[in-house]
């Protein structure tokens, strides 16, 4: 037994860790013991990827490139090789992954899982959206290939499938031409909520890159950076890699009601005075955070919660604007807060998260019940706005909340395999 | 620019497949030719499968070998040193035994010695000859700190590795009059499958930082390299304790 806590470090309880480390081993491994479920690198925030006191499958051994079609940018790899990994080696060969989260260290089978999205979702969809096929090993022993057009259902299920559908194996992943490391990208300090979206439309079209940095606490929220990107073909040398880190957990959270306003202010001043275009390394662009080591113990022994959920685009500004006044009422909070809108694509996946509107992200340092309370409030605003939130963040959110933001879950259930539970699965859907 | 040629014995260890990749990853085109040996083929093939999307201008041959029998580890050899000499070998298969499974069972007991100890050590004779003859090459073994000094928790397998310590010791006595090098590497614990059901026990080095270590002590033709380096100072140490102190700690 060894504890594993996930990104947000809520809970250390044991699990027994069993390593994946061929297709062949993982089968008898998955039909053996279970259940259990996938773990990759433990980068979702709450219990998603957790089975405490029963079995994980480990997938980081399953960590080989199968097949790469160089005229085509087609990729088989397997589930557990990270996505750092194929950006390192592709990039430099003029094919990049379509569709990468705020982190690159973390696997393909759980970016298919969770049906992971970027800045450019509004272009290119989810990761799910990219993906050719994929090889479920069910813990019957049975395996399931299946794609868009290859039983589709199981697609379907599998994408954003929580990694309830079987534990994937391995993936197709059709990448996409670039010219080079590098983005012609420019920052845009916005005032309120209004300006917001007006720069999010009018980037839509000529953008494929577009994030929001968004302080949650002045005066009621709403004053930001809008940050936007296109690949460029700029041929610079690659900029030095910095390694910072966060040796040990402090304490106390360092972020709390005493850091966090100045730190805003600071923040949103200093960059206010950078603003305009730059060249920017796709690195710092897209993975602001992976240069520094464990930047999740800077919320101390306790933990934190992801908040981020997503609402309509009918009634996302005024549900968005509730949501940063509980907030900044509450004092709670993060200087790591993300507003973006999605664009109007249907998802891949029965239970993916993505949906047309605009979604807000949130980390908030655990202080417990305190914490819990401002949640059930945020909840109400979600429910209201007919919106959903992330499962891949989520530690708490209620079963009832879940069932209605996610109309495809009956549907969904079907394709679970009976051998395969997380702590996630047994607090949304019993088992 | 000639090609270099790399053997790789029990290549589908991930220590040897983390060389591998380090060496594929800096090969300009057309320069490196990596042969795999092995014992399985299908996991062979993965591996190079593998290696082959990596660096496709790298040329990858897998070889099947008995690991057991020395006559067929002469042939392996042989026929490989037929098609041109290697420039470097590396002999990096093992398995880590069960302890109280060795003291229960002599025949798992004298598969972990076989495994660990004689095999690589007749690979590693196959291979000296020839690289003596051409008097060209670097001849990389993978020992363990474990074979420093034997202690209770594992010393069928601390035996074995320092049977191949050993060994490496005399076949450098043997070469040192001619450009052959030997370079012995003993790895600390390392996060790989073989360690799997170590996890959580102790902090296990990850496999791809002592990979770059194996890689660059071969670069520069070491005597002996612990991986990583702080295994050089903790194994003095563990080695001078007197015997009645040592004899008392678990370990």
Not at chain 1, 193 to 204: N, Y
Not at chain 2, 23 to 50: E, F, H, K, P, Y
Not at chain 2, 55 to 73: G, L, Y
Not at chain 2, 146 to 168: E, F, M, Q, T
């Amino acid at each position: 037994m060894q504890a594993i806590s996930s990104w947000g470090r809520l809970s250390a309880f044991p699990h027994e860790v069993i390593s994946l480390s061929s297709p062949q081993q993982a089968r008898r491994a998955i039909t053996e013991h279970h259940p259990g479920i996938a773990h990759g690198m433990g980068r979702s925030y709450g219990d998603i990827c957790l089975n405490p006191q029963g079995v994980l499958w480990n997938t980081l051994g399953l960590d080989h490139l199968i097949a790469f079609d160089e005229a085509s940018g087609r990729l088989i790899c397997e589930a557990g090789v990270v996505l750092r990994d194929i950006q390192h080696l592709m990039i430099p060969r003029g094919w990049i992954l379509p569709v990468t989260p705020g982190t690159q260290l973390i696997t393909v089978g759980g970016a298919i899982a969770n049906d992971v999205h970027g800045k450019n979702h509004h272009v290119l969809g989810a990761f799910g959206d990219h993906i050719l096929s994929l090889r479920l090993q069910r813990t019957d022993g049975r395996v399931i290939d299946c794609g868009p057009d290859l039983a589709p259902q199981w697609f379907a299920a599998t994408v954003g499938g929580m990694g309830l559908t079987g534990v994937i194996l391995q993936a197709e992943i059709q990448l996409r031409r670039v010219a080079g490391p590098w983005l012609d990208t420019e920052i845009v300090p916005y005032a309120n909520l209004d300006e917001f979206f007006t720069l999010a439309d009018e980037s839509e079209a000529g953008w494929e890159h577009t994030v929001s940095w968004i302080d949650c606490i002045c005066k009621g929220g709403g004053r930001g950076l809008f940050m936007r990107g296109n690949p460029c073909a700029e041929t610079r040398p690659a900029p030095h890699a910095g390694h910072l880190g966060m040796p040990f957990v402090p304490p106390i959270s360092l972020v709390n009601p005493l850091s966090l306003r100045p730190f805003n202010t600071a923040y949103f001043n200093l960059k206010k005075w950078q603003a305009g275009r730059s060249i920017t390394h796709y690195e710092p662009f897209f993975y602001p955070l992976d240069n520094i080591q464990n930047w999740n113990r800077m919320y101390g022994p306790r933990g934190f919660f992801q908040y981020q959920s997503v609402v309509p685009r009918s009634n996302g500004r005024e549900a968005v604007q509730a949501m940063l006044g509980e907030i900044s009422r509450s004092g709670e909070g993060s200087f790591l807060a993300v507003l973006k809108t999605f664009g109007n694509r249907q998802a891949v996946g029965m239970m993916s998260f993505p949906q047309p509107g605009v979604t807000l992200a949130l980390d908030f340092p655990n202080k417990g019940e305190r914490t819990l309370k401002l949640f059930e409030r945020l909840d109400a605003i979600v429910r209201e706005a007919g919106g959903h939130l992330y499962l891949a963040k989520d530690a708490r959110q209620p079963a009832e909340l879940f069932r209605a933001g996610y109309p495809r879950l009956d549907e969904f259930l079907q394709y679970r395999d009976p051998g395969i539970s997380s702590a996630l699965s047994r607090r949304l859907m019993d088992y | 620019m000639t090609t270099q040629r790399i053997l790789i014995i029990g290549a589908t260890s991930a220590m040897a497949e983390h060389c591998a990749r380090t060496w594929a990853d800096r090969a300009a085109a057309d320069t490196l030719a990596l042969i795999l040996v092995g014992r399985d083929l299908s996991r062979l093939d993965r591996v190079a499968a593998d290696l082959h999307v990596r660096a496709p201008k790298v040329r990858v041959e897998s070889i099947v070998s008995d690991f057991a029998k020395p006559e067929a580890i002469r042939a392996t050899i042989d026929a490989i040193h037929a098609q041109g000499r290697i420039d470097v070998a590396l002999i990096a298969h093992g398995l880590l035994p069960d302890q109280a499974q060795c003291q229960q069972d002599l025949t798992a007991c004298a598969e972990a010695l076989e495994v660990n100890g004689l095999s690589p050590v007749l690979f590693a004779e196959a291979i000296a000859g020839h690289m003596e003859k051409a008097s060209h090459g670097t001849l990389a073994i993978i020992g363990s700190v474990a074979g420093d000094r034997g202690r209770k928790s594992n010393y069928v397998y601390g035996a074995a590795k320092g049977l191949v310590s050993r060994y490496a010791q005399g076949l450098q006595h043997r070469l040192a009059s001619t450009q052959v090098k030997v370079v012995l590497i003993k790895p600390g614990p390392t996060d790989t499958p073989m360690t799997a059901h170590l996890k959580g026990a102790a902090k296990l080095t990850p496999v791809s930082d002592v990979a770059i270590t194996i890689v660059k002590a071969i670069d520069a033709g070491k005597a002996t390299v612990y991986a990583p380096g702080k295994w050089l100072i903790i194994m003095h140490i563990i080695r001078h304790i007197p015997a009645f102190i040592f004899n008392k700690i678990n370990i």
